[in-house]
């Protein structure tokens, strides 16, 4: 039976990734770089989880940009702007996501997070959605680089499992981009995909049922 639902973040739980687009492209103009990503560059450049990640594969796509260490304290530069962006506020929940939880717990299921982004987002996040703290909502979080391979690499789903002391048939996993669906799939866990503003050019027919959102979603209709 199912017993725990785990949840994806960015384009999942909010459309996020504009606040982190324009996070990033603050940040590259604070030091001075000629770096800027249109919508069109970092829906490419989504491909590649994880800030610090990103950055460098664009650093080896234009042939110039800071070193690692540099990228590195740029990326906390980065979360901070992106928190001072949420906590203006404006951004809402993608539809279906707060019944849906509120729903889980209802039926005493367990809620964990499994987020390529840093536990930092998933407060600032969760300050906006719930006007609560993350751990108030969810019983386990597994985030950013508490893995060493981020999605699609099942590591962060796995860590998730493990802390909730579940097999993977006992959870299903919520997803918006093709590399999540990897990653969740790969831990043996099924997968709702609820395809994003960002992911919305990917194909998910991997995914165990694929919906535009979750308002339609209840718990009986679980793969
Ligand atoms: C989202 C990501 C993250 C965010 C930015 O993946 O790949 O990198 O775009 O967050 P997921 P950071 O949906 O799997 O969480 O800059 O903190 O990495």
Aim: one cysteine or more; charged letters at 20%.
């Amino acid at each position: 039976a199912l017993k725990a639902l785990i949840f994806d973040v960015d384009g999942t739980l909010a459309e996020t990734e504009e606040a982190h687009r324009q996070a990033f492209n603050a940040t590259f103009a604070a030091h001075g770089l000629d770096w800027c990503w249109s919508v069109a560059d970092y829906t490419r450049l989504l491909k590649v989880t994880g800030g610090k990640e990103r950055m460098a594969a664009h650093r080896a796509a234009v042939g110039h940009g800071p070193d690692d260490a540099t990228i590195a304290a740029m990326h906390k530069e980065k979360t901070a702007a992106y928190a001072a962006i949420l906590a203006r506020g404006g951004l809402q929940p993608r539809p279906g996501v707060l019944r849906l939880v509120e729903q889980a717990r209802a039926a005493g299921l367990r809620l964990a997070i499994a987020t390529t982004t840093s536990p930092g987002n998933v407060e600032a996040l969760s300050a906006c959605l719930w006007g609560k703290p993350a751990d108030q909502v969810f019983d386990v979080i597994a985030a950013g680089d508490m893995v060493q391979a981020k999605k699609p690499a099942p590591d962060v789903y796995l860590l998730a499992l493990e802390r909730l002391g579940l097999p993977p048939g006992q959870a299903l996993a919520f997803e918006d981009t093709l590399n999540g669906i990897r990653a969740a799939q790969g831990a043996g866990l099924k997968v709702v995909a609820t395809p994003s503003l960002y992911s919305a050019d990917e194909d998910h027919a991997a995914a165990d049922l694929c919906l535009p959102d979750l308002s339609g979603f209840a718990l009986s209709d679980a793969p």
